[in-house]
């Protein structure tokens, strides 16, 4: 099982990213993905959850109306893009899955598999 999430950099406040997520080793329709994110010194947090019927999505109310998550299941990737980008978001941006149905955005301690992160500086 694989994860690996990709597309971060540094961009100025304002711009935006689109952070990619390449899933190998399972069956992605089979699971639900969080995005998540941790900044220096701060503990890992929910940024978006995306479940595997592709109904429904949630957002954090930090990045909401400005981040969107979608998913391709046949190329088996998952997407995060981040609009409007602020200082704030600077974190390493992490992809997971879980095989549990939720209608919010899971804890981390409750998703399966993880992937390395990614990094995303907003800075000018």
């Known amino acids: 099982v694989q994860l690996q999430a990709s597309g971060g950099g540094l961009v100025q406040p304002g711009g935006s990213l689109r952070l990619s997520c390449a899933a190998s080793?399972?069956?992605?329709?089979?699971?639900?993905i969080g995005w998540f994110r941790q900044a220096p010194g701060k503990e890992r947090e929910g940024v978006s959850y995306?479940?595997?019927?592709?109904?429904?999505?949630y957002y954090a109310d930090s990045v909401k109306g400005r981040f969107t998550t979608s998913r391709d299941n046949a190329k088996k990737m998952v997407y995060l893009q981040m609009n409007s980008l602020k200082p704030e978001d600077t974190a390493v941006y992490y992809c997971?899955?879980?095989?549990?149905?939720?209608?919010?955005?899971?804890?981390?301690?409750?998703?399966?598999?993880w992937g390395k992160g990614t990094q995303v500086t907003v800075s000018s």
């Open positions: 995306i479940s595997s019927s592709d109904v429904n999505t």
């Open positions: 080793g399972f069956t992605l329709s089979y699971y639900g």
């Open positions: 997971a899955a879980s095989g549990q149905y939720y209608y919010w955005i899971p804890n981390p301690q409750d998703m399966d598999y």
